[in-house]
Each structure stands twice: as structure tokens, then as C-alpha cells.
T-cell receptor, first 116, second 110 residues
Framework: NAGVMQNPRHLVRRRGQEARLRCSPMKGHSHVYWYRQLPEEGLKFMVYLQKENIIDESGMPKERFSAEFPKEGPSILRIQQVVRGDSAAYFC??????????????FGPGTRLTVL | DAKTTQPPSMDCAEGRAANLPCNHSTISGNEYVYWYRQIHSQGPQYIIHGLKNNETNEMASLIITEDRKSSTLILPHATLRDTAVYYCIVRPSGYSTLTFGKGTMLLVSP
């Protein structure tokens, strides 16, 4: 059973370009979470999605950032007009259930975004 | 903001038990204690969680005090590969997202 997959693992963009980060959850998991880890800082929650629905986007910056989890295919975190402050590691996690005490989240290896 | 307090760093000799403390004095009755770790440059890894009873799995043991205001994660025989940042997280039942604090950097030395 493959774990959470993220691609690309490393992404370099110039200021003003768009970044697209992909996350394929574990088989059987329908809940996806995105977290961001800025250099030398802890992980911060960004957004929680179920298939075709955004459940909680309270940690998402109001502008330039969007996320989706379509019925078919991976979850996508999209950053438009990237700036140097967007340089960070972006981690995706998935879980099988949401409202359960056994809702362990399994994390992917992350995408490291560097904005030049 | 994280609802837990952990020491910023700890050292442990290889083969010895590593005991990582966590204070969560404001924990509510429906909140679970979760432990994750993050090995350098990797994604966080789930370790264990509990509500009020002590828990054990193949990775670690979790000891929660009777008043639930603190807990200890025990790695019974630490190895060099256990060197990582360990996060203690309090999360309500039915709440999905994780709030990470600064964690404890555990350094296991030969």
C-alpha cells in the first residue's frame, strides 16, 4: 500500500510565476490536509479538503493560494504569482476518517518550493 | 496556538530509554493527546495517541497522568534513527486538523 505521494519533490519558480503542488492520498483515504513549514519554523495548517469540497481553509492565505481535491485525480495546491516569502516545504497528509479518535494523519514527503 | 509545552531539546544515549515530557494543563475532557515526529527534511510521522489510559504500540509507549495535565512519550530503546523533532499535540475528538508547536529536538548519540 503506497503512502501519501507528493510531486514534485522540489520546485523552483521565479517571482510572479505559478506553482502547482500535487498530492495523492493513501488508498482508501478521502480526507486531505495541506500544511506549510517555513524555514526554521513549525508546521502550520493551511486547508482541509474532502472529495470536491473544502471543509476548512482557515489557515490559507486570502490571496494567491487555492486548493482543490477533485472527484478524480490528486489534490492540487496552487500558488499564483509566487513571492520569495512563499519559499517553504509544503506537506500533504491524508486520513481515512475525519471525526474519529482513530483519525491518524499520514504525511507525504513534502514539496520544497524555492522562489528565486 | 499550540496548547502544549515541551522542552526545546533533549539528549539520549543509544540503547537507553528516551522519556519525552509534555505539559497540557488546559486539556479538556474530549481532547486526545497525539505524538508525531519529524525526522530531518521528511514529513511528520504518527507515533501514538491516547485519551486517558496509557497506550503502547510497536514504536513507543504513552503515559498520561491521572489528571491528564501532562504526558510522557517513552521510546524504550532509542536508536540513532530516532533523532528527530517530537511534537505533542492536543486535539479534540471530531476535530480534524493538527496544531503543531515547536516540539522537542531529540538527539540520540552513540
Amino acid at each position: 500500500n503506497a503512502g501519501v505521494m507528493q510531486n514534485p519533490r522540489h520546485l523552483v519558480r521565479r517571482r510572479g510565476q505559478e506553482a502547482r503542488l500535487r498530492c495523492s492520498p493513501m488508498k482508501g483515504h478521502s480526507h486531505v490536509y495541506w500544511y506549510r513549514q517555513l524555514p526554521e519554523e513549525g508546521l502550520k495548517f493551511m486547508v482541509y479538503l474532502q472529495k470536491e469540497n473544502i471543509i476548512d481553509e482557515s489557515g490559507m492565505p486570502k490571496e494567491r493560494f487555492s486548493a482543490e481535491f477533485p472527484k478524480e485525480g490528486p489534490s492540487i495546491l496552487r500558488i499564483q504569482q509566487v513571492v520569495r516569502g512563499d519559499s517553504a516545504a509544503y506537506f500533504c497528509a491524508s486520513s481515512r476518517l475525519a471525526e474519529s479518535s482513530y483519525n491518524e494523519q499520514f504525511f507525504g514527503p513534502g514539496t520544497r518550493l524555492t522562489v528565486l | 496556538d499550540a496548547k502544549t509545552t515541551q522542552p526545546p531539546s533533549m539528549d539520549c544515549a543509544e540503547g537507553r530509554a528516551a522519556n519525552l515530557p509534555c505539559n497540557h494543563s488546559t486539556i479538556s475532557g474530549n481532547e486526545y493527546v497525539y505524538w508525531y515526529r519529524q525526522i530531518h527534511s521528511q514529513g511528520p510521522q504518527y507515533i501514538i495517541h491516547g485519551l486517558k489510559n496509557n497506550e503502547t504500540n510497536e514504536m513507543a509507549s504513552l503515559i498520561i497522568t491521572e489528571d491528564r495535565k501532562s504526558s510522557t512519550l517513552i521510546l524504550p530503546h532509542a536508536t540513532l534513527r530516532d533523532t528527530a523533532v517530537y511534537y505533542c499535540i492536543v486535539r479534540p475528538s471530531g476535530y480534524s486538523t493538527l496544531t503543531f508547536g515547536k516540539g522537542t529536538m531529540l538527539l540520540v548519540s552513540p
